[in-house]
């Protein structure tokens, strides 16, 4: 089974940068497109950014537009979240997402197949 590993999450200030990880071991991982989801407590998951398989063609939600970056290394088998301009809004549990098929990249939660387990981003004010 596919496993997925968040790695990158922290407290920082307002206006600071974070990178995420997501390591994944399986071996078709090339194929897979991937997203980037996050939860606040109380709150439903909600969608962020997802890129497909190639890395050619990325989605955001409106409220990162300009401020993050997906992108992935499939030679690694990792896809990364870059994260600038932080805001308080952004704390949450941030995980990873990989769908098992996809030409496009999706992002719909209920789309995707294999998940991490989170990891925590805390923005203060």
């Known amino acids: 089974q596919v496993q997925l590993v968040e790695s990158g999450g922290g407290l920082v200030q307002a206006g600071d940068s974070l990178r995420l990880s997501c390591a994944a071991n399986?071996?078709?991982?090339?194929?897979?497109?991937m997203g980037w989801f996050r939860q606040a407590p109380g709150k439903e998951r909600e969608f962020v950014a997802a890129?497909?398989?190639?890395?050619?063609?990325?989605g955001y939600a409106d409220s990162v537009k300009g401020r993050f970056t997906i992108s992935r290394n499939n030679a690694k088998n990792t896809v990364y979240l870059q994260m600038n301009s932080l805001k308080p809004e952004d704390t949450a549990v941030y995980y990873c997402?990989?769908?098992?098929?996809?030409?496009?990249?999706?992002?719909?939660?209920?789309?995707?197949?294999?998940w991490g387990q989170g990891t925590q981003v805390t923005v203060s004010s």
């Open positions: 997402a990989a769908k098992q098929t996809g030409s496009y990249y999706y992002t719909d939660r209920y789309e995707y197949d294999y």
């Open positions: 399986g071996r078709t991982f090339n194929r897979y497109p």
């Open positions: 890129i497909s398989w190639g890395g050619g063609s990325t």
